[in-house]
Nanobody, 122 residues
Framework: QVQLVESGGGLVQPGGSLRLSCAAS????????MGWYRQAPGKQRELVAR???????TYADSVKGRFTISRDVAGNKVYLQMNSLMPEDTAVYYC????????????????WGQGTLVTVSS
């Protein structure tokens, strides 16, 4: 079994910074893509940023230049450094892992974390 556990959310003032972390637990062999999505109240879930096992990154236009996604060397942890936060960044942020393969050969197409709330407000 595999789980994604997020941490690092909280309340921050506009212009501030937060760093989100997500760790995948279990006997994981590889994870092709890890990413962060967010869902604001009354809105659909949207991609924030994603990173492949090869290090290729994709960002939503709204966060380019402010947010940076990274993965650890083992590839089972992903981070989101968020700078210059704005009130419109307020949302529940979800960690996502696509195309996982476990050590025993089990494959998962997609796994989601439970989410961590980020509130940007003065």
């Amino acid at each position: 079994q595999v789980q994604l556990v997020e941490s690092g959310g909280g309340l921050v003032q506009p212009g501030g910074s937060l760093r989100l972390s997500c760790a995948a637990s279990g006997n994981i062999f590889t994870i092709y893509v890890m990413g962060w999505y967010r869902q604001a109240p009354g809105k659909q879930r949207e991609l924030v940023a994603r990173i492949t096992s090869g290090g290729s990154t994709t960002y939503a236009d709204s966060v380019k230049g402010r947010f940076t996604i990274s993965r650890d060397v083992a590839g089972n942890k992903v981070y989101l450094q968020m700078n210059s936060l704005m009130p419109e960044d307020t949302a529940v942020y979800y960690c996502n892992a696509d195309n996982l393969r476990m050590v025993d050969g089990t494959r998962y197409l997609e796994i989601w974390g439970q989410g961590t709330l980020v509130t940007v407000s003065s």
